[in-house]
């Protein structure tokens, strides 16, 4: 591996953690109660909170690179269960909900947006970064499934759909 490479694997490690420990820190330090109304913000940071939390052990029970192997059931067969049945990045997805969640719980908005101007970049890059290397490793089964999965939400653009089947008869 190049020096390069190298350096891009530690920011791409480094990024995040320094990213959510200065998150963690401005939700811990500067709460904002005017951010929203203390009946609004504890329910939604509680739900984000621990669904991002839970969605995270769910990712980490159910991980994705075995379900792409050569050796596995066809993707259809593979990926019907999990939660990258639905996204690629569940575990981004994961990490943002829980990190965004507990900012709300503060009612800190300095949380808030460190959240999501520096550790969601960081988030969106490392996830970049890892799908090209799986398309590298995994090739046209890769591809057909992102083709058919939303990236970090449930949504495929109609632009990335494969086109469907003409239909015989």
Not at 83 to 105: D, N
Not at 113 to 140: C, D, H, I, K
Request: aromatic letters at 8%; glycine letters at 8%.
């Amino acid at each position: 591996m190049t020096a390069e490479g190298r350096l891009r694997e530690r920011l791409a490690t480094a990024g995040p953690l320094a990213a959510g420990a200065a998150a963690a820190l401005c939700s811990l330090t500067a709460p904002t109660p005017t951010l929203l109304s203390r009946a609004t913000a504890v329910p939604l940071g509680y739900f984000l909170t621990f669904g991002g939390l839970i969605l995270l052990l769910y990712a980490l029970v159910h991980p994705l690179e075995p379900q792409l192997r050569a050796d596995a059931p066809p993707l259809r067969r593979s990926l019907r269960m999990g939660p990258y049945a639905l996204i690629r990045q569940p575990v981004a997805l994961a990490i943002l909900a829980a990190f965004a969640g507990s900012a709300l719980l503060r009612q800190s908005l300095p949380g808030l947006l460190t959240t999501l101007l520096a550790l969601a970049p960081f988030l969106l890059w490392r996830a970049r970064l890892q799908e090209r290397n799986l398309a590298a490793r995994f090739g046209e089964r890769w591809e057909h499934y992102a083709a058919v999965t939303g990236f970090i939400l449930p949504i495929v653009p109609p632009s990335k759909r494969p086109p469907t089947p003409p239909v015989e008869g």
